[in-house]
C-alpha cells in the first residue's frame, strides 16, 4: 500500500475551504472511489504525490502536457516571459506570433481569438455562429462536453457523465431550448432535426473525436455528412478541438480527417500548460467580433505574455511532426500491450485510440457513442484504476475521460505499464 498520509491532511484541509475539496469535479476520485493524491512535481511522463510517491502520468494535466511535464522548452519561455512582466493588458507579439503558428497549422482557421479556456472558446464559438447566421439553434451530441458552457452542459461528457451530472442544476430551461441534443454517429437523427429545425440552426458543435465520454471515432463519412449538410443549410460547423487540436496532428482532427469546419475551439496544448483559449475560423465569420463587429467577446488575460510564451514554445517544438510520429508508435503499443493483458486475464475490454490518446472500456462491444460508453462496466473500471494506481501508473480516474501519451513517455514506461496491467487485469 502506498502511503498517503501527507495527500489526506492535504485533502482534510482542502475539504474545508474548496467545495469537494477539488477545483474541478472529476479530480474528486468520487467515480473510482478513494480521495485525490496531491501533486507537487510533475516532470516529464511522470508526477510526484506530496507522499513521495511517483507515477506513470497519462492524464497529462488532462491533455496539454504534450511534451511531458515541464519541458525545459516551456520552462525557459515561461521565465523569460515573465522577467518582463507576468500581464499587459496591451497587445503584445507573442500574441501576434502565437496567431500566426496557429494560422499556418489549421487551414481552415484565417483569423484566430485567444482566450483563456475551452469553456470561453467554445462559449464565444457559439455566441459566434449564431451573431452571423442571426439563428438561435445550436446542434450538439451526447456525451460531447465544451467546458461548463450554460446552453451546452445538456447531455454533457467529462466530469458532468463522471459524477452522474450530464444535465447541471442552475441552467434555466430558457438557456438549453434553443439546444438541439442528438446521439453521435447517427446521421437519421441529424437529418431529422434539419428537416425540422433548419432555418433556425446556426451550427453544430461536435468534438470530432469525442473524448469527453471515454473515446469513440467518427463512422466513416460521418464527419463529411456534417460538414454537407451544415453548409446546405447555410449553418455553421463548429470543431471543438480543445482536446484534438495539435495533439492529433499540428492540423488536429480536421487535418487527419480532410474536413473544413467553419470554426474551431482550442485550448490544452496551445497553453503549454498554462491556462488558454482559443477560437478560429473563416475571417469573414471572425470579423463579426467586437471591435470590428457586433458581437462581443473580451477577456483582461487574454493573450496574457505567460501563456503565449508556452504555447509558442510548444507548437515550435511540434512543427517538424516528430512528436506525433513518436507518440503514435507508443500509442500504438500501449494499447496492443493492454489488449493482450486484458485477453491473457479473460476480461472483456473495447480499447479505442486515435494517434496519443486512448480509452479503456470495460465492455464486450465497440463503442460508437454515448449509450454503447455507458454499457461498459464501471466498477471493473475503478479496480483497474486502483490497482494501476497502486502499481504506480495514474490513469484518468473517470472512465469517461481518454488517456495521454506525451513525448516524454518511452518503450520502457510503456513497458512497465503493461505489465502492471496484466497483473491488474489478471486479478479484476
Ligand atoms: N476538461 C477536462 C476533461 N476532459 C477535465 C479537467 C478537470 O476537470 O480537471
Known amino acids: 500500500m502506498r502511503l498517503s498520509a501527507e495527500s489526506q491532511a492535504l485533502f482534510d484541509k482542502a475539504l474545508q475551504w474548496i467545495p469537494g475539496g477539488v477545483n474541478s469535479p472529476v479530480r474528486a476520485f468520487r467515480a473510482v472511489g478513494g480521495n485525490p493524491f496531491f501533486a ?3 516532470n516529464g511522463a511522470t508526477v510526484r504525490d506530496a507522499d513521495g510517491n511517483e507515477y506513470v502520468d497519462y492524464v497529462g494535466t488532462w491533455g496539454p502536457a504534450i511534451l511531458g511535464h515541464a519541458p525545459r522548452v516551456v520552462v525557459d519561455a515561461v521565465k523569460s516571459a515573465a522577467e518582463h512582466g507576468t500581464s499587459f493588458g496591451i497587445p503584445n507579439p507573442l500574441e501576434v506570433r502565437m496567431a500566426e503558428l496557429v494560422v499556418n497549422a489549421v487551414p481552415s482557421v484565417e483569423k484566430v481569438r485567444m482566450c483563456n479556456s475551452g469553456t470561453e ?3 464565444s464559438a457559439i455566441r459566434l455562429a449564431r451573431g452571423f447566421t442571426k439563428r438561435g439553434k445550436i446542434i450538439k451530441f451526447e456525451g460531447c462536453y465544451h467546458g461548463h458552457v450554460d446552453s451546452l452542459l445538456v447531455k454533457a461528457g467529462s466530469g458532468a457523465l463522471t459524477l452522474g451530472q450530464p444535465d447541471s442544476a442552475g441552467v434555466p430551461l430558457e438557456f438549453t431550448s434553443q439546444t438541439i441534443v442528438l446521439p453521435f454517429n447517427d446521421v437519421q437523427a441529424v437529418r431529422e432535426a434539419f428537416a425540422a429545425h433548419g432555418p433556425d440552426i446556426a451550427g453544430i458543435i461536435l468534438e470530432p473525436v469525442p473524448a469527453n465520454a471515454g473515446l469513440y471515432l467518427p463512422r466513416d463519412g460521418y464527419l463529411e455528412f456534417l460538414r ?3 453548409a ?3 449553418s455553421l460547423l463548429i470543431f471543438d478541438e480543445v482536446m484534438t487540436g495539435f495533439r492529433l496532428g499540428l492540423a488536429g482532427a480536421q487535418g487527419r480527417f480532410g474536413i473544413t469546419p467553419d470554426l474551431s475551439c482550442f485550448g490544452k496544448v496551445i ?6 483559449g ?3 475560423g473563416r475571417g469573414e465569420i471572425m470579423d463579426c ?4 463587429g457586433p458581437v462581443y467577446q473580451a477577456g483582461t488575460l487574454s493573450g496574457n505574455p505567460l501563456a503565449m510564451a508556452a504555447g509558442v514554445a510548444v507548437l515550435e517544438a511540434l512543427a517538424d511532426g516528430s512528436v506525433y510520429k513518436k507518440i503514435e508508435a507508443l500509442g500504438q503499443a500501449l494499447s496492443d500491450g493492454l489488449a493482450r493483458a486484458a485477453e491473457s486475464a479473460g476480461v472483456a475490454v473495447q480499447l479505442q485510440r486515435i494517434g496519443s490518446m486512448s480509452c479503456c472500456y470495460f465492455n464486450d462491444a465497440p463503442v460508437h457513442n454515448m449509450a454503447d460508453a455507458m454499457k461498459s462496466d464501471r466498477d471493473r473500471f475503478g479496480n483497474y484504476f486502483h490497482g494501476m494506481l497502486e502499481a504506480g501508473i495514474y490513469v484518468a480516474p473517470s472512465q469517461f475521460e481518454a488517456g495521454f501519451i506525451s513525448a516524454a513517455h518511452d518503450e520502457a514506461t510503456i513497458g512497465r505499464t503493461i505489465e502492471a496491467a496484466v497483473e491488474v487485469m489478471k486479478a479484476l
Open 228 to 230: 454537407e449538410i451544415t
Open 40 to 42: 507537487v512535481r510533475a
Open 232 to 234: 446546405g443549410h447555410e
Open 278 to 280: 482559443a477560437f478560429g
Open 271 to 276: 497553453g503549454g500548460g498554462l491556462p488558454v
Open 289 to 292: 467580433l467586437a471591435p470590428d
Open 121 to 123: 472558446a467554445t462559449m
